[in-house]
């Protein structure tokens, strides 16, 4: 929020070198002062930071600026490229075992999301046509195996969990023959939310292990964790050996530079992300988008993927041709509330998008941010206005408007506020526009790289 | 020029070049001073502060090199420690209580950071005090949230007002104002789900909770504490900042400082949108709960 995208930055910095034919060693050191500075605030750490800028940097000197790209592009997409690289290319999936029952091992700090995380990876194994079974370890947070027992319940997942008083170790150990009695091939161990400093509670971990040999030990990590995740890290690595990371709290405006931290120390790839406290919200990770994230240069693809899944194709593709020679209408403008809705608020898609910071500042004065019943009075307001009206609304002067409330049964002001949105909407979908480039779909959003 | 003055002037040269060696020796220092600060530089960053702070505290320390406060490389761990003290100290992080009546505390954060357990640790610290406490569970989203409120108030013996899972947070935090206001409750928390201060829903459904309590009780809630983790990064300017939008926030409790974390965010928190800081967590056990202290604190940020 605060910070501009690096990508803004960057080019401020070059604008006066523009033209140059290849960069040299002063105009990369300059740049990787911004570079420095964006990534410490997205909270990289520090030596993560220090090492990740030297590499690039000797990469970036002496490199040709072609004449499609400015000097920030050229630096911006080699340390996008290096970030990308860095957070481990591809995707990488869970370890099956091919004797039945796989065990995963949830770890982390208290409040990471580790038994929210081993709900949502339960429901997306049982929706792969497994049967998990999910074991209610924490024995210590008070209540800790109820939330447990709940989520099983309502994700219709068979929760394992022993009398009050009976050590982690047991429960776990004993979990599994229980998983092998009744068929279950997939047994998700939630343990208690601990400190990586406390070698009593490490060595109960260790303990598990030793005794249900898994085949995933993931590492649950908050997506807003600062400087201190290379410790964490660094110390269930070392004492436990750990397969893979789970990423949470991903749907909010964190940076999640700890995602590099974490990989960076351990080597372990990431392998889920966490976007939301739904148990469905669990999704794969993708490296690439990451790296945009990290850099503040906008989630564009996650977006892109996210329209996609909400919207159809083909109605996009109508809609877009609509943007573009100004034919959209109320009616549109009513299914796109709908739509937006869906996605997540108004708000968060502008963040999501490259170079909307300014956009975004000149919209704060404009209520966007519609709520659920907000859309109920729009669609009420909508539907009170002929056909006629919702296709040219400069037809809606004042004494339609006071119709219009009447029929929507609300205030001519709130008539007035529809119609003011509808007509913000279509400027700013029209600035939108500008900023696209020539390609179609929505997979044509410009990065600022490539202006 | 007589045999004293001149004897002086000699002096005066020995005594130049040795105060000059001395200060040579110092800016020697200073020349380390560059690794040093640097040094100093790297333990802000490490510890949370935060690029745009730990540059402000940074040009603080330059400026007292070049006032002279900072004579050597000894006098910079203290000097930024105690700027950073003066930072966090403030006039106003005496606790409020109602005059009369029960004094509402309204407890918020992002999910997992620790509120619900900070309610237990302050219940227990006012029941120590022989209040009467009473705890309200607003937090109706979250699988077995009431369950652990439940747990806490059987621990501290404070009574739990309950509803439904699923069922409307602001009733709940209504009926227990209601129940306190009528059971000469002394202080009554009132717990919240877990929310990403992004969720403009969740934010409106936060300013309900905070409108009825008001409601009930205009000068309520007294305290409305931001529980921060001080494991979380600079995300943190973003909670303090938007959660105060949905309610004033008057105090920050600083949770699991009991691990390597330092929390440093708290410094640019105060600094740009001066919250104090008023508890600290320290552990899981029902006494882990201590009162903020500034210099404590300054100084924990330097340690290894
Ligand atoms: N080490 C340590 N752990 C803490 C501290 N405070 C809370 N915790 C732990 O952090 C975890 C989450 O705490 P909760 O109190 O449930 O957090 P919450 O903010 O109420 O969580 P939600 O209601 O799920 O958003 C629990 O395991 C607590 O025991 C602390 O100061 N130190
Ligand atoms: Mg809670």
């Known amino acids: 929020m605060i910070f501009e995208g690096l990508a803004d930055r960057l080019q401020a910095t070059f604008k006066k070198l523009r033209g140059h034919g290849r960069l040299t060693e002063d105009d990369v050191n300059e740049a990787m002062r911004e570079v420095r500075m964006a990534l410490l605030e997205a909270d990289v750490n520090f030596k993560v930071v220090k090492d990740f800028v030297k590499r690039v940097q000797e990469r970036a000197i002496g490199q040709d600026i072609l004449a499609t790209l400015t000097p920030a592009q050229v630096v911006i997409k080699i340390v996008n490229e290096e970030l990308t690289a860095l957070m481990g290319g591809s995707q990488s999936r869970l370890n099956i075992s091919s004797v039945p029952p796989t065990v995963i091992m949830m770890v982390g700090l208290q409040g990471a999301g580790k038994t929210t995380t081993a709900g949502k990876l339960g429901l997306a194994l049982k929706k792969q046509g497994k049967h998990p079974l999910l074991v209610a370890a924490d024995i210590y947070r008070p209540a800790a195996v109820k939330q447990l027992q709940v989520i099983g319940g309502q994700l219709d997942i068979p929760v394992y969990a022993m009398k009050p008083g009976t050590d982690a170790v047991t429960i776990a150990k004993t979990a599994v023959p229980y998983a092998t009695a009744h068929a279950a091939d997939v047994v998700i161990i939630d343990t208690a939310g601990r400190l990586h400093i406390n070698e009593e509670l490490m060595q109960e971990l260790k303990s598990i292990k030793a005794e249900v040999k898994p085949q995933e030990i993931l590492l649950v990590v908050d997506a807003m964790t600062g400087q201190d995740a290379v410790n964490v890290a660094e110390s269930f690595n070392g004492d436990l050996g750990l397969d893979g990371v789970v990423l949470t709290k991903l749907d909010g405006d964190a940076r999640g530079g700890a995602a590099l931290s974490v990989k960076a120390v351990t080597g372990c790839p990431i392998k889920f992300v966490g976007m939301g406290e739904k148990l469905e919200a669990l999704e794969p990770f993708y490296p690439d988008r990451m790296a945009s994230r990290i850099l503040g240069m906008g989630d564009v693809l996650s977006l892109i993927e996210k329209a996609q899944d909400v919207y159809d194709v083909e109605e996009a593709k109508k809609m877009e041709k609509k943007f573009r020679k100004d034919e959209f209408t109320l009616d549109d403008f009513l299914s796109q509330l709908q739509q937006v809705r869906k996605m997540g608020s108004f708000e968060q898609i502008l963040g999501m998008l490259p170079g909307m910071g300014n956009l975004k500042k000149q919209l704060d004065g404009v209520d966007v941010d519609f709520n659920g019943k907000e859309i109920k009075h729009v669609e009420a307001i909508i539907r009170s206005m002929t056909s006629a009206e919702r296709a040219d609304i400069t037809l809606i002067n004042g004494s339609r408007r006071k119709r219009i409330a009447l029929g929507s049964g609300t205030r001519v002001q709130d008539v007035n506020k529809v119609i003011k949105q509808f007509a913000d909407m279509k400027k700013m979908m029209k600035q939108m526009q500008k900023m696209r480039g020539g390609r179609k779909g929505f997979g044509s959003f410009k990065m600022p790289f490539m202006h | ?304």
Do not use: C
Not at chain 2, 103 to 112: E, H, P, R, S
Not at chain 2, 206 to 212: D, S
């Open chain 2, 1 to 304: 020029m007589g045999f004293f003055d001149k004897l002086k002037k000699g002096l005066a040269k020995t005594r130049e070049s040795l105060t000059g060696k001395i200060e040579k020796l110092v800016l020697g220092y200073a020349d380390i001073d560059d690794d040093l600060l640097d040094e100093l530089e790297e333990t802000l960053i490490m510890a949370d502060v935060g690029v745009k702070t730990t540059e402000k505290l940074m040009q603080a320390v330059r400026q007292g090199i070049k006032q002279k406060k900072i004579n050597s490389p000894d006098d910079l761990k203290p000097f930024l420690e105690q700027t950073i003290r003066d930072m966090l100290v403030s006039g106003t992080d005496e606790v409020r209580l109602a005059a009369q009546g029960p004094t509402v505390m309204l407890v918020i954060g992002v999910n997992g950071v620790g509120k619900t357990t900070t309610i237990g640790k302050l219940s227990a610290y006012y029941r120590g005090q022989g209040k009467k406490v009473m705890l309200a569970a607003a937090d109706t989203f979250r699988a077995a949230a009431i369950d652990q409120l439940e747990i806490w108030g059987q621990r501290t013996g404070a009574e739990v007002i309950r509803h439904e899972e699923g069922s409307d947070p602001a009733a709940v935090a209504y009926d227990a104002v209601l129940a306190a206001k009528a059971r000469g409750v002394d202080i009554l928390f009132v717990d919240t789900a877990g929310r990403l201060q992004t969720k403009s829903n969740l934010m409106e459904e936060l300013k309900k909770i905070n409108r009825v309590i008001q409601r009930e009780i205009p000068e309520a809630p007294h305290e409305t504490l931001l529980v921060l983790d001080a494991t979380t990064g600079q995300n943190a300017i973003s909670q303090a900042d938007l959660f105060s939008q949905a309610a004033p926030i008057s105090g920050v409790v600083l949770t699991k400082l009991d691990g390597t974390a330092k929390g440093g965010v708290v410094i640019g928190i105060k600094a740009e949108l001066s919250m104090p800081v008023k508890w600290i967590g320290v552990g899981e056990a029902v006494d882990d709960l201590r009162p903020f202290v500034a210099a404590d604190f300054a100084k924990a940020l330097f340690e290894k």
